[in-house]
């Protein structure tokens, strides 16, 4: 994505939990729609760099199997739109 900096963001595991930090990114980084730096980061949240969309997973989904290699997930219907 050209509007990706090549230091974007990054996401660290910290005591109280994983946190999603801006890297002084010229487009910004977004959760759930608000700016981010600094923000803790809860299962499901949508995060924007640039304009890529990533879904904040603390588990893997599980498949039918219980499997939770990357293998059995559930394939995905297409891009966000």
Same mark, same amino acid.
């Given at each position: =994505?050209?509007?990706v900096s090549e230091a974007h963001a990054n996401i660290v595991r910290t005591s109280a939990g994983w946190v999603l930090?801006?890297? =002084?990114?010229?487009n910004g980084t977004f @959760?759930?729609?608000g700016a981010a730096d600094a923000t803790p980061l809860a299962d499901g949240d949508?995060?924007?760099i640039g304009r890529a969309?990533?879904?904040?997973r603390l @588990?893997?989904?599980?498949?039918?199997?219980?499997?939770?290699t990357p293998s059995a997930?559930?394939?995905?219907a297409g891009p966000p739109r």
């Open positions: =994505d050209a509007h930090g801006d890297l =002084d990114s010229k @959760v759930a729609g949508l995060i924007e969309l990533l879904l904040f @588990v893997p989904p599980s498949a039918a199997d219980g499997s939770s997930w559930p394939a995905r």
